[in-house]
């Protein structure tokens, strides 16, 4: 079975500071990746995708950055980090191909930036 | 702006009770239609998806999707209290891109 990890679960950092989030999937191969933003009481806002090792697609302009290196390995990076990139990140994972596209969640990494 | 619209609640429905949580959506192009479940704190989990016209049913839960009025809706039968979350409404517009809705506040009193 297909199993998607994250780390770190929770992380503190200050504004200015550098970020990086890593995603890794077990159990498929060349999957679609995703990675998304939820702010508190808000719904998920997809920041990034990725459909194969290299391909990048970015949804909103920021100050974020992906990475996907290897086919299992998504990672979400930031050289300085602002206050309004706090949230909930979440990463995510599809099937290629002729399925619906169903998304499938990793536990998340809840960002807090001071 | 391709929109997904879900009434944000807290809908509070008795034990036992049907549950109705709704969702409309913009983009009339859209293909694929998922209900996920996200308990406080934690990831959303997907419940289920639908892809074509009318009623699909997965144990308690039934789907339904009427694209001419580009509304989708999630019926929880026999609602237990381990079922109060936050419901998100999500729809596949084409291109690996899913819009999600804010999500329906579900509290099921014991």
């Known amino acids: 079975s297909q199993t998607i990890h994250q780390w770190p679960a929770t992380l503190v950092q200050p504004v200015g500071s550098p970020l990086s989030l890593e995603c890794t999937v077990e159990g498929t191969s060349n999957p679609n990746l995703y990675w998304y933003r939820q702010a508190a009481g808000r719904g998920l806002q997809l920041l990034f995708y990725s459909v194969g090792i290299g391909q990048i697609s970015s949804e909103v302009p920021q100050n974020l950055s992906a990475s996907r290196p290897q086919d299992r390995q998504f990672i979400l990076s930031s050289k300085k980090l602002l206050l309004s990139d706090s949230g909930f990140y979440l990463c995510?994972?599809?099937?290629?191909?002729?399925?619906?596209?169903?998304?499938?969640f990793g536990p998340g990494t809840r960002l807090t930036v001071l | 702006q391709k929109e997904v619209e879900q009434n944000s609640g807290p809908l509070s429905v008795p034990e036992g009770a049907i549950a109705s949580l709704n969702c409309t959506y913009s983009d009339r192009g859209s293909q694929s239609f998922f209900w996920y479940r996200q308990y406080s704190g934690k990831s959303p989990e997907l419940i289920m998806f639908i892809y074509s016209n009318g009623d699909k049913e997965d144990g308690r839960f039934t789907a339904q999707l009427n694209k001419a009025s580009q509304y989708v809706s999630l019926l929880i039968r026999d609602s237990q209290p381990s079922d109060s979350a936050t419901y998100l409404c999500a729809v596949d517009t084409g291109g690996f891109k899913t819009i999600f809705g804010a999500g329906t506040r579900l509290f099921v009193k014991a």
């Open positions: 995510a994972w599809s099937a290629g191909g002729l399925s619906y596209n169903e998304q499938f």
